[in-house]
């Protein structure tokens, strides 16, 4: 009689994959970082699932790549360094995401607790370096796959109930390696029901009162009902810079507030003397705001968000009524109640462009005619996002860009990491298959620009420089409170040829006549282009009250 061989065992694999497993349930499908000995196993399976690895050249530069791919996915994204340094270096990126409200998982190895207080190489844990809990949410150093549950569930929960959720696991590689068998544990489904915002009160609060409004990043989603109400009330609407886009095109729409903001919006508001300001989807932070007297309303705020952390925002001390619910359902209950229209007729133009002089400086290009030639065409000819770093390019893209739709622009102006604009650019590119723009500045490009790294990948990153040799909007800031310049310009740099040589096309710009030709061959490249914009540092960035201190 035959024998029924029995079914063959699988064979153990290593117990990395069940993490990698828990982060694909969790809907991570991107993981950015910089290879090292102790994070080999998670690295190795990584790659055997289905997610995308690409590998940075900067730890801080794959968090702010992780920034720009979560602008454009709107999923959490993965992290992967090493230890020692590799932890220390990734902080500034790892805060710039947690800045920016983006959700990520950091994978760190953490050495192993026999090897521990003996003078390990880049040891983590005992008396080495151990990453501080900010800025995260969470933290777990798993010693054994009987966490592996505990973990998933933590993870599963914080993501679905925590806006911007950061975490950082820390794993030894000897537990990475472990040999195991059998299938991850299940992730639980774990849920926040919207629900529907009562707003009975709130709009008979504002019913018959001077009412303006404000938008940030958070209503980037909710531009046409933004829109709507604005329509239907006519009340006047400001932007924070990450809210361009959602309400440019009201006609009440009076200008940005905040970097790079708009002396007349300030003066509008102030004409109009709101007896409740409605804030949609920003914290009303220094960037966002300048903590400007002229915003604060007479009775109070009136603000909505998920995350009651944005309640008190920039202005503790004014009166504040807070709404935790997500935006799109409240605004949808709020048009229904269907509040009068006031009264408001807007005095002047939302935007003070500056002046091009009509007779240029030879040899380089007036900042205006760069942003006007960005406006005309990356901004009105494509869809591609603009990311602008946290110096002068953010303070001259919030001034004189206008959008029609809302999440086309980003700057990471809180965190204020230098750099991020070409590094988010390259994860904006990947994540959408096409071509994201960074708007930064020599300095920037030359601390983090990852340019090597869309090089490697074929990514259609487009870095637009606006080069004034070195430090331009510190140096502005120091002559404008009367202080020598402290060594804020660099030597003499050609940019177009350090990209060109790393790999990527790129063309160097000293006349504004040649600049939409250039912009639009960055935009046609197919994969990554510099365009090195030589532009007249004698002319002040429009930092308004920024200089003030």
Same mark, same amino acid.
């Not at 079914?7 to 349930?25: D, M, Q």
């Not at 289905?50 to 920034?67: D, H, I, K, Q």
């Given at each position: 009689?035959?024998?029924?061989?029995?079914?063959?065992?699988?064979?153990?694999?290593?117990?990395?994959?069940?993490?990698?497993?828990?982060?694909?349930?969790?809907?991570?499908?991107?993981?950015?970082?910089?290879?090292?000995?102790?994070?080999? !196993?998670?690295?190795?399976? @990584?790659?055997?699932? =289905?997610?995308?690895?690409?590998?940075?050249?900067?730890?801080?530069?794959?968090?702010?790549?992780?920034?720009?791919?979560?602008?454009?996915?709107?999923?959490?994204?993965?992290?992967?360094?090493?230890?020692? !340094?590799?932890?220390?270096?990734?902080?500034?990126?790892?805060?710039?995401?947690?800045?920016?409200?983006?959700?990520?998982?950091?994978?760190? #190895?953490?050495?192993?607790?026999?090897?521990?207080? *003996?003078?390990?190489?880049?040891?983590?844990?005992?008396?080495? %370096?151990?990453?501080?809990?900010?800025?995260?949410?969470?933290?777990?150093?798993?010693?054994?796959?009987?966490?592996?549950?505990?973990?998933?569930?933590?993870?599963?929960?914080?993501?679905?109930?925590?806006?911007?959720?950061?975490?950082?696991?820390?794993?030894?590689?000897?537990?990475?390696?472990?040999?195991?068998?059998?299938?991850?544990?299940?992730?639980?489904?774990?849920?926040?029901?919207?629900? *529907? =915002?009562?707003?009975? #009160?709130?709009?008979?609060?504002?019913?018959?009162?001077?009412?303006?409004?404000?938008?940030?990043?958070?209503?980037?989603?909710?531009?046409?009902?933004?829109?709507?109400?604005?329509?239907?009330?006519?009340?006047?609407?400001?932007?924070?810079?990450?809210?361009?886009?959602?309400?440019?095109?009201?006609?009440?729409?009076?200008?940005?507030?905040?970097?790079?903001?708009?002396?007349?919006?300030?003066?509008?508001?102030?004409?109009?003397?709101?007896? %409740?300001?409605?804030?949609?989807?920003?914290?009303?932070?220094?960037?966002?705001?300048?903590?400007?007297?002229?915003?604060?309303?007479?009775?109070? &705020?009136?603000?909505?968000?998920?995350?009651?952390?944005?309640?008190?925002?920039? %202005?503790?001390?004014?009166?504040?009524?807070?709404?935790?619910?997500? @935006?799109?359902?409240?605004?949808?209950?709020?048009?229904?109640?269907?509040?009068?229209?006031?009264? &408001?007729?807007?005095?002047?133009?939302?935007?003070?462009?500056?002046?091009?002089?009509?007779?240029?400086?030879?040899?380089?290009?007036?900042?205006?005619?760069?942003?006007?030639?960005?406006?005309?065409?990356?901004?009105?000819?494509?869809?591609?996002?603009?990311?602008?770093?946290?110096?002068?390019?953010?303070?001259?893209?919030?001034?004189?860009?206008?959008?029609?739709?809302?999440?086309?622009?980003?700057?990471?102006?809180?965190?204020?990491?230098?750099?991020?604009?070409?590094?988010?650019?390259?994860?904006?590119?990947?994540?959408?298959?096409?071509?994201?723009?960074?708007?930064?500045?020599?300095?920037?490009?030359?601390? &983090?620009?990852?340019?090597?790294?869309?090089?490697?990948?074929?990514?259609?990153?487009?870095?637009?420089?606006?080069?004034?040799?070195?430090?331009?909007?510190?140096?502005?800031?120091?002559?404008?409170?009367?202080?020598?310049?402290?060594?804020?310009?660099?030597?003499?740099?050609?940019?177009?040829?350090?990209?060109?040589?790393?790999?990527?096309?790129?063309?160097?710009?000293?006349?504004?006549?040649? @600049?939409?030709?250039?912009?639009? *061959?960055?935009?046609?490249?197919?994969?990554?282009?510099?365009?090195?914009?030589?532009?007249?540092?004698?002319?002040? !960035?429009?930092?308004?009250?920024?200089?003030?201190?």
């Amino acid at each position: 009689m035959a024998s029924i061989a029995p079914a063959p065992e699988e064979p153990p694999f290593e117990f990395a994959r069940h993490i990698v497993a828990v982060l694909h349930a969790l809907g991570i499908r991107a993981a950015y970082g910089v290879i090292g000995r102790e994070i080999v !196993p998670l690295v190795s399976a @990584l790659h055997a699932a =289905p997610l995308v690895v690409r590998y940075a050249r900067s730890e801080s530069g794959a968090a702010l790549m992780a920034l720009g791919d979560w602008t454009q996915s709107d999923r959490p994204t993965a992290l992967f360094v090493t230890t020692g !340094p590799g932890i220390t270096n990734v902080l500034t990126g790892a805060g710039a995401l947690r800045a920016a409200g983006a959700p990520f998982v950091l994978l760190s #190895p953490l050495t192993p607790a026999e090897e521990t207080d *003996r003078g390990a190489i880049q040891e983590t844990g005992g008396d080495g %370096y151990l990453a501080p809990r900010e800025p995260f949410d969470y933290q777990a150093q798993i010693h054994s796959a009987a966490q592996l549950e505990i973990v998933a569930g933590r993870l599963a929960a914080g993501l679905a109930s925590t806006p911007g959720f950061a975490a950082h696991l820390q794993i030894p590689q000897t537990i990475q390696a472990m040999l195991t068998g059998g299938d991850a544990p299940a992730v639980p489904v774990h849920s926040v029901l919207p629900g *529907r =915002p009562d707003v009975a #009160p709130i709009a008979s609060l504002l019913r018959g009162r001077r009412v303006a409004l404000w938008v940030g990043s958070g209503a980037r989603d909710c531009g046409p009902q933004v829109r709507e109400l604005v329509a239907r009330t006519g009340m006047p609407v400001c932007a924070s810079p990450r809210g361009l886009g959602v309400a440019d095109a009201c006609d009440s729409f009076v200008g940005v507030v905040g970097n790079g903001g708009h002396k007349t919006a300030l003066e509008e508001l102030a004409a109009f003397a709101p007896e %409740y300001m409605l804030v949609l989807g920003t914290t009303r932070g220094q960037a966002s705001s300048g903590w400007e007297p002229a915003l604060i309303p007479s009775q109070a &705020f009136v603000v909505v968000d998920r995350d009651p952390r944005a309640f008190a925002g920039g %202005y503790p001390q004014v009166t504040t009524i807070g709404v935790q619910s997500a @935006l799109a359902p409240f605004l949808d209950a709020l048009l229904e109640a269907d509040l009068p229209r006031m009264t &408001f007729t807007r005095r002047r133009a939302p935007r003070a462009r500056l002046a091009v002089v009509e007779e240029p400086t030879p040899g380089v290009v007036h900042p205006g005619a760069a942003m006007a030639s960005i406006q005309r065409v990356i901004v009105e000819r494509s869809d591609a996002p603009i990311f602008s770093d946290a110096s002068s390019p953010m303070f001259w893209c919030a001034h004189c860009l206008e959008f029609h739709e809302g999440g086309r622009y980003f700057t990471e102006h809180a965190w204020g990491s230098i750099g991020t604009a070409g590094a988010a650019a390259v994860g904006a590119a990947a994540a959408r298959g096409d071509v994201a723009v960074a708007v930064t500045g020599d300095a920037g490009v030359q601390m &983090f620009n990852e340019i090597n790294t869309a090089v490697q990948y074929a990514i259609p990153a487009a870095f637009v420089v606006l080069d004034d040799g070195g430090w331009g909007a510190v140096a502005h800031g120091m002559e404008a409170n009367d202080r020598p310049d402290h060594h804020a310009w660099f030597p003499p740099t050609d940019l177009a040829q350090l990209a060109t040589a790393m790999g990527a096309q790129a063309v160097r710009v000293t006349d504004a006549h040649d @600049l939409d030709d250039a912009l639009r *061959r960055a935009l046609a490249a197919g994969g990554p282009f510099l365009v090195d914009v030589v532009i007249d540092r004698s002319i002040d !960035p429009p930092m308004g009250n920024r200089t003030q201190r």
